[in-house]
């Protein structure tokens, strides 16, 4: 964009030059004029929701399996998780930020964030039988590991949970659009190869033919 928008300024013979710049076809200075910006699009925040809460700590959730061999997680594993952060007797004033790509928890207003993960990284959300202030959130981290995270809200977890999951619905579909622009593009390479190769047959069918049709009639023309 830019070596078009400099070859437009230099081809048009009406243009005059700028104060301060040099013309772009001088050939006494390698220099060109100052190019706009503006040519570069600026790229757009994604949009973020921020919920108060208190952060009561975190834990693995590889000790409250119940089963050694399953990966899985379910609600009695989570609810195992809860009671034992609970007992932990800790909480901290915090704000969960949810967005397309992206959940972190802000603690004390203090960045940067101490809990941070990409939504794809979320295995499982409930929340806690004991409590519905209490919701947990289990994440895996680099490790492979699965870490469960405890929030507390007031009157309840509600609006927390709809946020993560309203954050999980936007990546849902930011994927989902991501493959159907790629399916478009491929679709539409393969529309492009197939004409071309069409087009290549008939260039080598059609002179055949005029040739053979020529030879024809010069012999019977000839007879």
Not at 56 to 67: E, T, V
Not at 104 to 110: A, K, L, Q, T, Y
Not at 181 to 208: L, Q
Request: with cysteine; aromatic share 4%.
């Amino acid at each position: 964009m830019m070596m078009m928008s400099a070859s437009n300024s230099s081809a048009s013979p009406a243009s005059s030059p700028e104060p301060g710049s040099v013309n772009s076809n001088s050939t006494s200075s390698g220099r060109r004029r100052p190019l706009s910006l503006a040519l570069f699009p600026t790229p757009q925040a994604e949009p973020q929701k921020c919920v108060p809460c208190q952060y009561l700590g975190s834990c693995l959730m590889d000790q409250h399996r119940l089963n050694a061999n399953s990966s899985s997680i379910d609600i009695d594993q989570l609810n195992s998780a809860i009671d034992s952060i609970v007992l932990l007797k800790s909480a901290e004033s915090a704000v969960l930020m949810a967005s397309p790509s992206t959940i972190s928890i802000v603690i004390n207003d203090c960045l940067p964030a101490r809990v941070e993960f990409r939504v794809r990284f979320l295995r499982f959300m409930g929340v806690s039988r004991r409590s519905v202030q209490l919701a947990g959130l289990v994440f895996q981290n680099a490790a492979g590991c699965s870490e469960c995270h405890l929030c507390r809200c007031e009157p309840d977890c509600g609006a927390l949970c709809k946020t993560v999951q309203a954050a999980c619905n936007l990546r849902y579909q930011k994927c989902l659009d991501s493959r159907t622009a790629a399916a478009r593009t491929e679709a539409a390479t393969a529309d492009e190869a197939t004409a071309t190769e069409g087009h290549n047959r008939r260039s080598f069918v059609m002179p055949s033919f005029v040739s053979m049709f020529t030879s024809i009639w010069r012999r019977n023309s000839k007879v």
